[in-house]
């Protein structure tokens, strides 16, 4: 009898330092990775994307058929609150994802959308809007163990075709920037990066999670954990026989850490699915 099953690409967990929403307007060092990955990446059945700027109490995932594309920020050109990104949404996939974390009290919900630490990033891996999106919130009333355990239980999907996508900024501190230093970086900030890359190359996670250990460099670093905790996401979905690869690995404007993580799947991590 022959088999029919289609087999199934594993897909990558990735966490992406997104900065500037400006981002999304320019053509640097940073977008150029973006769109160079989404070259490399092929077509993933869906992405379930962790951003910094979905940050409530609670756990929710999108459930709308068509997300709406949020423009949360202010003093950019015009031209950007016109931008959308009208990927569909799953909400199949996110009656999947409640389901996985169930035990977290998670819910669906239809009144977000896709904010721009998604859709600003998307449009330039993904420019034609055409793999279904589903995002998961950030609940701010738990702890980091928290984070990074739910990114264990959203591993499994990585094998049924869906990337895991976190975006946010290892290093974010606005209120020390420098506008008129792009190429600078501030000591304290690389330590930390580099810190925490090390955790990421070591496989001790447990430095990541319990990053303010490292004292006063990381409490610079991460005055407040919206735009780090998506790492920890991300670091909970990677699998033992995943590559690791750093992009991007730069600061801008002083305290702002551009690095992105790519946890890439073996060549033999596939499934058969129907």
């Not at 993933?44 to 962790?50: E, F, L």
């Not at 423009?71 to 996939?93: I, K, R």
């Not at 859709?119 to 420019?127: G, H, Q, R, V, Y």
Request: glycine share 10%; hydrophobic share 35%; charged share 20%.
């Amino acid at each position: 009898m022959t088999d029919t099953r289609a087999t199934v690409q594993a897909q990558p967990a990735i966490f992406i330092g997104h900065g500037s929403p400006g981002n999304v307007m320019e053509d640097n060092t940073a977008t150029a990775m973006w769109e160079q990955l989404g070259q490399e990446l092929g077509k993933p059945k869906g992405i379930i994307c962790v951003s910094a700027h979905w940050y409530t109490q609670g756990t929710a995932v999108t459930a709308n058929q068509a997300p709406r594309t949020i423009h949360d920020f202010g003093g950019f050109p015009q031209v950007m609150y016109e931008m959308q990104y009208p990927a569909p949404g799953d909400p199949e996939l996110a009656a999947k994802v409640v389901d996985l974390l169930s035990e977290e009290g998670a819910r669906l919900d239809d009144s977000w959308g896709f904010d721009h630490g998604c859709w600003a990033i998307l449009i330039k891996i993904f420019p034609e809007a055409d793999i279904p999106v589903v995002q998961l919130s950030i609940d701010k009333t738990k702890g980091n163990d928290y984070h990074y355990r739910v990114g264990q239980k959203l591993a499994q999907l990585r094998g049924e075709g869906y990337l895991i996508l976190g975006s946010g900024n290892i290093v974010h501190n606005l209120a020390v920037m420098d506008w008129r230093g792009r190429d600078k970086t501030y000591p304290w900030a690389q330590r930390f990066g580099d810190y925490i890359r090390q955790s990421i190359t070591d496989n001790t996670p447990e430095n990541a999670i319990n990053y303010l250990h490292f004292g006063v460099d990381a409490e610079y670093s991460v005055p407040g954990p919206d735009h780090y905790l998506p790492l920890l996401y991300v670091m909970g979905a990677r699998q033992p026989e995943d590559s690791v690869e750093f992009r991007s690995n730069y600061v801008e404007y002083g305290s702002l850490d551009m690095t992105s993580v790519i946890f890439q799947p073996g060549e033999s991590a596939q499934l058969s699915g129907r």
